[in-house]
């Protein structure tokens, strides 16, 4: 596709990113993808906290967990305990469109940079809260972590297989959904402050977005009146659909329709399965899953995982290997979509950053920037916002970016 001369779709837009770890950082980060301008104002002296405890640290002070969630942005250091610099807070504040944070709901409002403050500054700011438990509640002062999020939403309880131990999804989906939440709303707000120059305030909360990515669970819940329990890889409303044993590993598949059914037996040469009264329709499946899937392994263990799932492809089922991480990003497909990219930075040299997760055709995200070093904009945000030599002199003196 080519790429025409329009700017990027948030180009203009100014957002305060006043937040750590990860789903706020992630979130400013697609914002600045998109075009828009993130200052990312960071506490002094560590600044983010995963600048240096997330993942690999590479040879300068930033770990790559840091490197791939902040790209995109300018840093600026400031102490929000002192008045100096709640004052420079303040006025970026003046002309920026979106603020977005993650401190431990109310720690803003008593520093008096709360929401109902800065909308007397700019009423048509959009302020973001993000928060393990959300703003309200008798949860709400809990520390929010993503494994928490997920313990306490359900998510755990329907995580694994029957009669394991407790496990979490492998990757953060209430950090990481969270973040996909919030910046949807914040657009929302965003463009509703467009048309009526007013703001407002966006409560994003890690347990309220695992509950809602529970949305079969709790269907299946709220329809028979009993709790969902794991199934491993398989799926509570139709089978086979799962990951399947063969003679030398596992490879998952789906004939997850009468029709693929069928189809599945006649290419397994177990046409009688299809008359079994135990597997006729879809619900006689699920209630004898254990044996279907018995059933299944007897043929499947006949051939390596590279044959079934070509096998199973070539004749309209759907299936495919599992990877890990470095085969996923060695797959061809993965090069095609540009999975992985580099980012040049002035103290790492080329910097692993994860690719885009979307695609626009007409004004495709860049990188724009390598992912800040701490405070690195200082000086020159403060300038675009008005302030001359002698008064950063001054606000430095009054310990606004730290001692």
Known sequence: MSQD??????????????????????ACMLLGDLGADVIKVEPPGTGDQTRGSMGFKMKGADSLGFLNM????????????TEAGKQVLKTLAQDADILVENYRPGALRRLGLGYDVLKDINPRLVYTSI?????????????????MAQAMSGVMSVTGYPDSPPVKAGV??????????AIYATLAAYIGAKNTGQGQYVDAALFDTAMAFSVWDTCDWWGTGKPPQPLGTSNKMTAPYQAMACADGHFVMGANNQKLWVQLCKLMNREELVEDPRFTTISQRLAHRAELQEELE?????????????????????????LSYPEAFGSEHAKVRGM???????????????????????????????????????????????????RIAQLREEGAFGS
């Open 70 to 81: 902040n790209r995109n942005k300018r840093s600026i250091t400031l102490d929000l305990k």
């Open 340 to 390: 992985r990219m580099e980012i040049d930075h002035p103290v790492e040299g080329k910097v692993p950053n994860i690719g885009f997760a979307v695609k626009l055709s007409g004004t495709p995200q860049q990188v724009r920037r390598h992912p800040p070093l701490l405070g690195e904009h200082t000086e020159e945000v403060l300038a675009e916002a008005g302030l001359d030599g002698a």
């Open 298 to 322: 007897k043929s499947f263990r006949a051939h390596g995982k590279d044959y079934w799932v070509e096998t199973l492809l070539a004749n309209g089922i759907p299936a495919g290997p599992i």
């Open 172 to 181: 953060p989906v209430a950090d990481i959904g969270c973040a996909l939440f």
């Open 131 to 147: 928060s393990g438990f959300g703003q309200t509640g008798p949860w709400a002062d809990r520390p929010g972590f993503d494994l």
């Open 5 to 26: 001369k329009r700017p990027l779709p948030l180009s203009g837009v100014r957002v305060l990113d006043i937040s750590q770890v990860m789903a706020g950082p992630y």
